[in-house]
């Protein structure tokens, strides 16, 4: 069967990891047609908005994308197209797992855990304004059904994955209104699901749990702003931003990308590890019952990344992105 998925290259090292991906996953004979779209700064330039009318058509009619990083201006300049993305497709849930990878130098062993983070309110509202000059409002949404969406999808999640536990992450003994109703509505649905062990912790204390003992954390639930902290924290357990990939799901569409940004210090000079955007690929064959091609791109991964001869430089080692791609693509077709 032939998909038909959208692709959005990205800024930065956007192309080249995307390349990348794109020639794994044919060589593991994984029939794609791409409906190649714009988004970001390049659409803005050619279109005059970050998310033109032709992508947002392309995902809503294919239903899945995979998407390389948008640059995203500090303080000024135009908004984030990829909270906007979010937005507008109400993909409300962004599922980050954080795995160690055989032969991906970490700190940390036995680290397996996934951030299920809600993906359209909180601090990412867009509202902020200057009240007078000198003082700024930015303002937090938290609603309940976004909340009790967030937390079911994570026990549903749970559930299906076999995963230990679902912890609430919050700040409510600060927070007590925005937070305090983000952890009522998780506890009431935790209520529903009784054969699931559940707990919550401070986002602050988790972060020492994160750094001291990670692998005693399984699913974590957060609202959207420590969600995106907090990934990039787990990404460093595991090896770096090089190597965690991420969904975004909502009831019509899914886009999957890496967990990093453009890396624009690398951009066009061939060293971007590609694996990040390679696991995000992985998690969509999943989504779209493609699980044996998925086992197999992944299998071929873990052999690359295991014996340790081809790495990129973020991993230690001297291998340009097309060297690790070759590597990968030569597994994949040992295996099919
Ligand atoms: P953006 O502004 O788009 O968020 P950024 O450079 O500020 O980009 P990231 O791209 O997320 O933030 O990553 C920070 C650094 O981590 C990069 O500058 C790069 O050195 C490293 N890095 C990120 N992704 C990769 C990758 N895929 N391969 C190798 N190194 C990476």
């Given at each position: ?12 090292i ?8 794109v ?14 779209q714009?988004a970001?700064?390049v ?8 998310i ?12 899945v994308?995979?998407k390389g ?9 135009h908004t ?14 962004n599922?980050?797992p954080?795995?160690?990878m055989p032969g991906v ?5 036995h680290?397996?855990?996934i ?24 303002l ?16 549903e ?6 995963r230990r536990?679902?912890?609430a992450v919050?700040?409510a003994?600060?927070m ?17 699901y ?13 972060c020492l ?15 959207n702003?420590y ?8 990404a460093?357990?595991?090896g770096?931003?090089?190597?965690v990939g991420s969904?975004?799901?909502?009831e019509d569409a ?7 940004g ?11 590890n ?7 690929a992985?998690?969509?064959?999943r989504h ?11 299998r ?11 790495r990129t ?5 001297d ?17 099919t």
């Amino acid at each position: 069967m032939t998909h038909t998925f959208t692709l959005i290259e990205g800024d930065g090292i956007g192309p080249e990891v995307s390349a990348a991906v794109v020639r794994i996953l044919a060589a593991a004979g994984v029939e794609i047609e791409w409906d190649r779209q714009d988004a970001g700064a390049v659409a803005l330039e050619q279109t005059g908005e970050t998310i033109p009318p032709a992508l947002l058509e392309s995902i809503r009619r294919h239903k899945v994308a995979l998407k390389g990083p948008l640059a995203t201006p500090v303080g000024t300049g135009h908004t984030s197209a990829n909270v906007a993305l979010r937005k507008t497709l109400d993909l409300y849930a962004n599922l980050r797992p954080s795995r160690n990878m055989p032969g991906v130098p970490s700190r940390y062993h036995h680290v397996d855990l996934i951030i299920v983070r809600e993906n359209t309110e909180d601090l990412y509202s867009g509202l902020e304004h200057e009240v007078v000059p000198g003082v700024v409002e930015s303002l937090k949404i938290v609603t309940e059904r976004a909340s009790t969406r967030i937390a079911r999808f994570a026990f549903e999640y749970a559930r299906r994955e076999g995963r230990r536990r679902v912890t609430a992450v919050h700040k409510a003994n600060i927070m007590k209104l925005g937070d305090g109703l983000f952890l009522e509505c998780v506890r009431r649905v935790a209520a529903g699901y009784p054969d699931i062990p559940f707990d919550e912790r401070i986002v602050d204390a988790l972060c020492l749990d994160l750094v001291v003992k990670p692998e005693t954390l399984d699913v974590l639930v957060l609202p959207n702003l420590y969600g995106d902290i907090v990934s990039d924290l787990c990404a460093g357990l595991v090896g770096g931003l090089g190597v965690v990939g991420s969904a975004n799901l909502g009831e019509d569409a899914a886009v999957f990308e890496a967990v990093h940004g453009s890396a624009p210090d690398l951009a066009g000079r061939n060293l971007a590890n590609p694996t990040a955007l390679l696991l995000a690929a992985i998690m969509m064959l999943r989504h779209v019952g493609e699980g044996a091609r998925a086992d197999l791109i992944a299998r071929a991964l873990d052999r690359v990344m295991q014996s340790g001869q081809v790495r990129t430089r973020d991993l230690g080692g001297d291998a340009s992105t097309t060297e690790f791609t070759d590597a990968v693509c030569r597994e994949v077709g040992k295996a099919t």
